[in-house]
């Protein structure tokens, strides 16, 4: 099974664990965000009384949550749409996400990915989304259908 120019595609175990590296490289600054956030409220905050303090912590959460999807959207889709096509985890395993002709993806494309691979993709019931790219020909999940891109096993 050939998925562009000779190179295979990446399967599921292989994409998996690559994912769960990303998640630990995000983990630091998603976890500064957080630190960073709700000390600004703790510390900003004068009065002692619990329940005022519940309106700024939520802000403080919304706001995190907000970056923390900044923070993931960016690194995807900057990362992949750069020349090496590929995340901190999927460069550790030698993938490569391309578009289906082989090509570059561009920035637009990359995002459109990545909001699939996280909106789109986890609305099918039982992860059947992501289980297809175990079982689909060029090993494709559903986000890599809607994006038209694969994701290939580096020469």
Do not use: C
């Amino acid at each position: 099974m050939v998925a562009v120019d000779g190179a295979p595609p990446g399967g599921f175990w292989i994409r998996f664990v690559a994912y769960m590296i990303d998640a630990f490289v995000l983990l630091v600054p998603g976890t500064i965000l957080i630190g960073l956030f709700i000390g600004f409220v703790v510390l900003t905050h004068e009065s002692t009384d619990d329940e005022e303090l519940a309106a700024p912590l939520i802000v403080a959460g919304l706001l995190t949550a907000a970056a923390l999807i900044v923070v993931n959207w960016l690194y995807e889709a900057l990362m992949t749409s750069s020349p090496r096509g590929a995340t901190f985890g999927k460069m550790a395993l030698g993938l490569r996400i391309v578009r289906a002709d082989g090509a570059q993806l561009s920035f637009g494309r990359a995002t459109a990915r990545h909001f699939a691979k996280y909106m789109v993709t986890p609305m099918v019931p039982l992860a059947i989304g992501y289980i297809m790219a175990a079982f689909t020909n060029r090993k494709r999940a559903l986000h890599d259908i809607l994006a038209d891109t694969l994701v290939i096993r580096s020469p």
